[in-house]
């Protein structure tokens, strides 16, 4: 069932993390939850299914039969996918880009778990490279706003410091760091954004 209406980036999004693709894969095919689950674990399956479900790109009937509704992808290409949000964190996108900062810590918080949600899995161990690729889908200051993510706890650094996960990823204890984010240069208050196309108001 979905909540609200995904916009596109959230939907391919959902496609770019393995499991989740191949259990959208599987899903096509029409297979079951248990077939899954034999070829990723329970977890990781648990984990895809209902990060899949969230979007409406996989459904399950009573008997764990697992199916791919076009209906999301025929939304989207529609365009009624695409409204602009008037409240909660999407209003500060444009294009689903990062528009404007917002000033107050309960908005900035909230942008910051959307960005997270559709930028890294939950099971996601990547190095430097690959998180500031997939944060450039959301600004051009890619190290201003991984730092935000590492502040807020959205994000964390391994102990060698050369790759980051989510709080929740299956990394090992003893891999995890509790140090804050190296900055390339000067912190930037995101409140405070320096990019123009963050500039504009809602």
Do not use: C, K
């Amino acid at each position: 069932m979905i909540v609200g209406s995904p916009d596109w980036r959230r939907v391919v999004a959902m496609l770019v993390e393995d499991d989740r693709r191949t259990a959208f894969a599987m899903a096509v095919l029409g297979t079951t939850r248990a077939e899954v689950e034999a070829r990723l674990g329970g977890r990781r399956a648990g984990r895809a299914l209902h990060a899949l479900a969230e979007v409406a790109l996989v459904t399950e009937d009573a008997d764990g039969v697992l199916s791919a509704d076009g209906a999301v992808f025929h939304d989207l290409l529609h365009g009624s996918a695409t409204a602009r949000a008037t409240r909660g964190p999407e209003r500060f996108l444009r294009g689903g880009r990062i528009a404007q900062y917002p000033a107050g810590a309960d908005d900035r918080r909230a942008l910051l778990e959307l960005v997270v949600d559709r930028a890294i899995g939950t099971g996601e161990v990547l190095d430097e490279g690959r998180v500031n690729e997939r944060l450039g889908d959301f600004t051009d200051d890619v190290a201003m706003l991984r730092r935000a993510l590492v502040d807020a706890g959205l994000l964390e650094r391994t102990r060698s410091g050369s790759e980051y996960a989510r709080p929740d990823a299956d990394v090992p204890g003893d891999a995890r760091t509790a140090g804050a984010e190296v900055a390339d240069a000067a912190p930037t208050d995101p409140a405070t954004p320096t990019d123009p196309a963050r500039a504009r108001t809602t």
